[in-house]
């Protein structure tokens, strides 16, 4: 394949500009892939983003974006419960879906878009493919070859009060920057496990493997926010603890909260009995190297946000332009979702619950530098 891909960005807000609009008008992409379309609800963004970031076609409709034959990819910039429908809807089209985190709210909707899309010869990558990341590979190759001694447990999570509420897309007055935050505090993708702990657990499980068993606790402390002056209403769990079973006594803690954090970052710690990994370091050797980034995390995209999004869009480009597959999997990220669904279902019921999903893990050979 000769031409550069048609990339059709599907919401002008934060994720959009910051993950997409802004790497994908880079010059140096531009013989693999161009913004071919841009897509938004709110009267005039779509046409403001098209204008600023040299998008070929600016759309108010997702319908009408789907139909631009220009448009052979979609990445969903969207709110997460949208993204169901919204990849639905692009593989019935033929457009292959880079779904920004989460991929969904439930595991029988990723079921059927994962089944779908094989019926339909579309290829799917979901973020956040935390596993690019030459840090993470190195921390897993290190624990398989057994550095840390037998590992007993971990701990991963984040916790987020007013990001969103603050960030720059949201406190300005044009329309790309008044961008209104709400959907991040409602059902059915709104709250910390869908937003950010999404990232701790690709993390962990990404290095560990898949888990078997949650169990959780969780509920809402702030039931109302405040944004411009006006108030928004919450209905969506802001604090949620879960405990994870991977098996031969191997558990881990994981957290999204409004308040404290026991990790770096998105980065887990595990403990062995021959030592731990803590954030980025194994004892007092630093495992992050000078350097480590993403493969396509080149030139002007190391100093841009959301470096991490526009590389699971490249992932995509190049499965469909050269056939190589990436391991930022739909299965890994129904997997995730499998764990922060049952999490939620085993705080409502009071049981613990079985996953039922599992993917395929790197192998040592693959984690090898």
Not at 37 to 59: F, I, K, M, S, T
């Amino acid at each position: 394949m000769s031409d550069p891909l048609g990339m059709g960005v599907v919401g002008a807000g934060a994720i959009g500009i910051r993950g997409a609009l802004s790497h994908l008008s880079q010059p140096d992409v531009q013989d693999r892939v161009r913004l071919a379309a841009v897509c938004d609800p709110v009267p005039g963004r779509a046409e403001a983003a098209a204008q600023r970031y040299g998008v070929a076609a600016a759309y108010e409709t997702y319908e009408e974006l789907l139909s631009d034959p220009a448009v052979d990819m979609v990445t969903l910039c969207s709110p997460i419960g949208l993204h169901y429908e919204q990849g639905m809807a692009a593989i019935e089209a033929g457009k292959h879906v880079h779904f920004n985190k989460t991929m969904t709210t439930t595991v029988t909707e990723a079921d059927r878009l994962i089944a779908r899309a094989a019926e339909k010869d579309v290829r799917l990558v979901a973020s956040p493919g935390m596993m690019l990341m030459p840090l993470n590979r190195r921390i897993r190759r290190l624990i398989l070859e057994g550095a840390i001694g037998k590992l007993v447990w971990a701990a991963a999570g984040v916790a987020i009060l007013d990001y969103h509420i603050s960030e720059e897309f949201r406190t300005g007055e044009d329309i790309l920057t008044n961008v209104d935050p709400s959907w991040y505090f409602r059902r059915p993708g709104g709250g910390p496990q869908y937003d950010v702990t999404v990232y701790s657990l690709h993390n962990l499980t990404g290095i560990l493997g898949p888990a078997r068993r949650v169990t959780a606790l969780s509920g809402l402390v702030l039931p109302e926010r405040e944004f411009r002056g006006g108030r928004i209403p919450c209905d969506m769990d802001d604090s949620t603890l879960m405990l994870l079973d991977f098996g031969e006594a191997l558990f881990a803690f994981v957290y999204g909260t409004v308040a404290g954090s026991v990790n770096h970052g998105f980065g887990p710690n595990f403990y062995g009995i021959g030592g731990s990994v803590i954030g980025t370091r194994i004892g007092d050797r630093e495992l992050q190297e000078p350097g480590d980034r993403e493969p396509h995390v080149t030139g002007s995209h190391v100093g841009l946000a959301e470096s991490h999004v526009f590389e699971d869009m490249m992932q995509l480009t190049d499965w469909v332009r050269d056939g190589i597959p990436s391991i930022a999997s739909a299965e890994h990220a129904r997997h995730v979702i499998d764990i922060i669904e049952s999490g939620y279902r085993a705080a409502e019921t009071g049981r613990t619950q079985e996953l039922r999903t599992t993917f395929e893990p790197l192998g040592l050979e693959e984690c090898r530098e």
